[in-house]
């Protein structure tokens, strides 16, 4: 199946004034989210990628130009020589497509409808969240409803506290936000080709596409209280880091690093196990 990865945009809350990195490039040990991201999809068989580029494209392109697999398998170096023990990307297909500086994501995605078109559905990511989240049973239960699209739906991030007042001003229950019944878009998509009927030109997917679908009962979530962690602040892109190098990183299903509990772990206590 087919993965679209849109990786074009600007990443204001990661940008530091000088760089033009796309947050997808900012790395979690020695390599980039947008390869997290993608070795992910290959660990479920999935490996024929789609990269929607924009804002520091030449970046993410000098990447996979360069790439070095030493860099994240061992290998054996014999009379100058490189033999790998293992490969990460030598079984990949990814499509560099350049989809405009400033378009919005559903832009990105007609501007590539052409080479997913013929497929029964695709796979699409936004490149910069991780999660542990069981992609086949993602795919599975939307193969088996009528939906145009479907999204991870995950607790929301926050760490605020929501308080109930009475009339008179006070508190009468106070609520973390992760105990609300809310649910957020957690970024990865499983998609039918019918979802571009539905994307007006210079659209955005959720706005102008996933909500008037959803309103239709064209929608499916799937719904993970497990493992998930997206890198929209240097905070949370620090923990991952700490996470990764005390060998607490539950995103990396490819591996078989320590995997915490999913439904336990949070992105503070993997950050706060590589400090002990």
């Given at each position: 199946?087919?993965?679209?990865?849109?990786?074009?945009?600007?990443?204001?809350?990661?940008?530091?004034?000088?760089?033009?990195?796309p947050?997808?490039?900012?790395?979690?040990?020695?390599?980039?989210?947008?390869?997290?991201?993608?070795r992910?999809y290959?660990?479920?068989?999935?490996?024929?990628?789609?990269?929607?580029?924009?804002?520091?494209?030449?970046?993410?392109?000098?990447?996979?130009?360069?790439?070095?697999?030493?860099?994240s398998?061992?290998?054996?170096?014999?009379?100058?020589?490189?033999?790998?023990?293992?490969?990460?990307?030598?079984?990949?297909?990814?499509?560099?497509?350049?989809?405009?500086?400033?378009?919005?994501?559903?832009e990105?995605?007609?501007?590539?409808?052409?080479?997913?078109?013929?497929?029964e559905?695709?796979?699409?990511?936004?490149?910069?969240?991780?999660?542990?989240?069981?992609?086949?049973?993602?795919?599975?239960?939307?193969?088996?409803?009528?939906?145009?699209?479907?999204?991870?739906?995950?607790?929301?991030?926050?760490?605020?506290?929501?308080?109930?007042?009475?009339?008179?001003?006070?508190?009468?229950?106070?609520?973390?936000?992760?105990?609300?019944?809310?649910?957020?878009?957690?970024?990865?998509?499983?998609?039918?080709?019918?979802?571009?009927?539905?994307?007006?030109?210079?659209?955005?997917?959720?706005?102008?596409?996933?909500?008037?679908?959803?309103?239709?009962?064209?929608?499916?979530?799937?719904?993970?209280?497990?493992?998930?962690?997206?890198?929209?602040?240097?905070?949370?892109?620090?923990?991952?880091?700490?996470?990764?190098?005390?060998?607490?990183?539950?995103?990396?299903?490819?591996?078989?690093?320590e995997?915490?509990?999913?439904?336990?772990?949070?992105?503070?206590?993997?950050?706060?196990?590589?400090?002990?």
């Open positions: 199946m087919k993965v679209v990865l849109f990786c074009g945009g600007y990443g204001m809350r990661m940008r530091d004034g000088v760089s033009d990195v947050k997808p490039m900012t790395y979690v040990g020695p390599r980039p989210l947008i390869w997290h991201v993608m992910y290959a660990h479920f068989g999935h490996t024929d990628f789609i990269l929607c580029l924009g804002y520091g494209a030449r970046h993410i392109k000098d990447f996979f130009l360069g790439y070095s697999e030493t860099a398998n061992d290998f054996v170096l014999r009379g100058g020589e490189v033999q790998l023990l293992s490969s990460d990307i030598q079984d990949w297909t990814i499509t560099f497509m350049h989809t405009g500086l400033d378009s919005p994501i559903g990105r995605l007609r501007r590539v409808r052409a080479l997913v078109e013929g497929e559905m695709f796979l699409a990511n936004y490149a910069d969240v991780l999660t542990d989240a069981p992609l086949n049973d993602m795919i599975d239960e939307f193969k088996r409803s009528d939906a145009v699209g479907s999204l991870l739906a995950v607790p929301p991030q926050s760490a605020f506290h929501c308080v109930q007042l009475t009339d008179d001003d006070r508190i009468s229950e106070i609520t973390s936000v992760q105990e609300l019944p809310l649910w957020e878009n957690g970024g990865y998509f499983v998609l039918r080709p019918e979802i571009f009927d539905h994307l007006p030109q210079d659209g955005d997917l959720i706005t102008d596409a996933c909500r008037p679908l959803a309103a239709a009962g064209r929608m499916l979530a799937y719904r993970y209280r497990g493992f998930w962690q997206p890198a929209d602040t240097v905070k949370e892109r620090t923990a991952l880091e700490a996470a990764y190098r005390a060998g607490r990183s539950p995103w990396m299903v490819w591996t078989t690093r995997r915490p509990d999913p439904l336990q772990i949070t992105i503070a206590e993997i950050a706060a196990g590589a400090q002990v």
